[in-house]
């Protein structure tokens, strides 16, 4: 399918909203119709009153007109549910604040004609769209929901913004405040534009910043979000995947994760790129990969991320909780998680959980690159912790924390294939008796430059557990320890130290007795 020709909407600084000003925006736009004020329409601006017929009359009336502008200017406007028109561009002036009304029965009930997982979660919003072509937001003005006004389950709560099935959309320099539920859900858009956004939202549940769901073509940047629930989401609630999707230049903090894939994974995602962001004070996950209701998670690059106080920068599931999209839908299988590549990640003040890439015995993730990543870790883990056995949890809702503190303090990995970390280095800011890498059922990994720092009563500063055709080249401790590797297994084999520095290290090697003899092999360590 080709990319849908845009129509681009010029825009002159506009006044208070005289007719004067109307006819100068009017004379500047291109030859889609006069520009409207929403003054024109009967709106007073003064938050006195509900304004939503004047609101809507202003958008509709611009839109018969072949549509153009329609001018918010300075003031407080008062109103429910707004519907978007075709080739008509909102214009919020500085000033002006669209404020949602805090009484439910003013958002009508509106089910989208395009249906997804997502049905079961809104049919509210204060401005929405469905099936629009060149519909833009911008401005430096405000839309607030209001959000702490509003209390209940999902349908209760009204989403700020949702365009759906819609085609050429821009949004930009707008400011989104306190949003009842989601801030913004772009579902089974293509050619999506979403420019300098600020995000205010956590005044209630579920306030995710950004939701990009089963789109194509989109660009997110310079924006910055401080939100409730998850910041940027990718997501796929419906047979279509979420794909060419670039993130970048953003600035990110949220109670939940800063930018996520998943959860809903049912038509997959490829083809994204995320750079160049700084994330901070987040709760959860920094960066979190997701795919537990089928669909392939592949061609996914991320890098150039600062990250501070954040739980878990890197989370990486491939589960199998196989949620249909439909009630009564045959359930998914378990997906693939594959092609992914992760570097340049530095973040300090990293909570003890650890970070994690797990898969299931019956899918492992795939074709992984950790390359220059340099976390520092708040420390804290137990002996017990570092022996403990990690449940499966097959089916279970993904969270960077669902396996607790995990055996290692840095990466712990199961169920891969195909993994390589180069230029990694790991460390604890106060004590810490696990491990700084633990791999177990990994086949074919490479562990190249890898630095971890780890107490001189932990076991080792790495054990491999069921690992198969395993290269760790050009390691080394950061501190003396008691052993650099540990083996574990007796699914263990094709071990090849090369080029390490063991200086410090008490024993190079040491391993179980299930562990085959001459499972490793040496070359050049000092």
């Not at 609101?55 to 406007?77: F, K, T």
């Not at 839309?143 to 006004?149: E, K, P, R, V, Y």
């Not at 979190?288 to 920068?313: K, Y």
């Not at 650890?354 to 883990?381: F, H, K, N």
Request: with cysteine; proline share 4%; charged share 25%.
């Amino acid at each position: 399918m080709q990319a849908h020709t845009r129509r681009e909407f010029m825009f002159v600084a506009v006044g208070v909203g005289t007719a004067a000003s109307v006819r100068a925006v009017a004379g500047n736009a291109p030859a889609l119709g006069a520009a409207v004020n929403v003054r024109d329409f009967g709106a007073a601006g003064d938050g006195a009153k509900l304004e939503t017929a004047a609101l809507q009359a202003a958008l509709d009336a611009c839109a018969d007109r072949s549509g153009g502008v329609v001018l918010v200017p300075p003031g407080v406007y008062l109103t429910g549910s707004l519907q978007l028109r075709s080739r008509v561009k909102l214009h919020l002036a500085h000033g002006a604040r669209i404020k949602g009304s805090p009484n439910l029965a003013d958002y009508p009930v509106r089910v989208s004609g395009f249906r997804s997982y997502t049905d079961n979660y809104t049919d509210k919003s204060l401005i929405s769209g469905e099936n629009l072509e060149d519909v833009a937001i911008e401005g430096t003005g405000v839309l607030d929901g209001q959000g702490a006004a509003f209390e209940g389950p999902y349908k209760s709560r009204p989403y700020l913004l949702r365009l759906v099935k819609c085609r050429g959309v821009h949004v930009r320099d707008i400011r989104f405040e306190s949003s009842p539920m989601w801030v913004q859900h772009y579902l089974a858009c293509e050619d999506v534009r979403l420019t300098g956004l600020t995000v205010r939202s956590r005044v209630n549940h579920n306030n995710d910043g950004i939701d990009i769901d089963s789109c194509r073509r989109v660009r997110v940047s310079d924006c910055d979000i401080s939100s409730g629930d998850d910041a940027i989401c990718l997501k796929s609630t419906c047979e279509l995947p979420c794909e060419d999707v670039i993130v970048s230049n953003c600035l990110i903090s949220s109670n939940c994760n800063a930018i996520k894939l998943g959860t809903e994974s049912n038509g997959g995602f490829r083809n994204i790129v995320v750079s160049n962001c700084s994330i901070y004070d987040t709760r959860l996950a920094g960066i979190a990969l997701e795919t537990v209701d089928g669909g392939a998670l592949r061609g996914i690059t991320i890098s150039n991320l600062e990250m501070r106080n954040v739980g878990g920068p890197i989370f990486v599931r491939l589960g199998n909780r196989a949620r249909p999209i439909r009630e009564g839908d045959p359930r998914p299988g378990s997906g693939s998680l594959r092609e992914i590549l992760i570097g340049g990640v530095h973040a300090v003040g990293a909570g003890p959980v650890g970070c994690s890439v797990t898969g299931l015995p019956s899918a492992s993730v795939e074709d992984l690159v950790l390359q220059d990543v340099r976390i520092e870790y708040q420390g804290g883990g137990t002996s017990a912790d570092a022996t403990r056995e990690v449940p499966e949890l097959a089916d279970a809702y993904p969270e960077y924390s669902m396996f607790k503190n995990l055996p290692a303090y840095g990466f712990y990995i199961r169920h891969a294939r195909r993994i390589r970390l180069a230029g990694v280095r790991v460390r604890t800011a106060t004590r810490d008796l696990r491990p700084s890498l633990v791999c177990e059922d990994v086949e074919r990994l490479d562990v190249d430059r890898f630095e971890g720092a780890v107490d001189a009563d932990a076991e080792a500063v790495a054990r491999f557990n069921g690992v198969r055709d395993a290269r760790v080249s050009h390691c080394r401790s950061l501190g003396p320890a008691r052993a650099f590797l540990s083996l574990r297994g007796s699914k263990t084999s094709g071990i090849r130290m090369i080029g390490n520095d063991l200086s410090g290290v008490a024993s190079p090697v040491i391993q179980g007795s299930e562990v085959d003899a001459g499972v490793v092999t040496s070359d050049s360590n000092s």
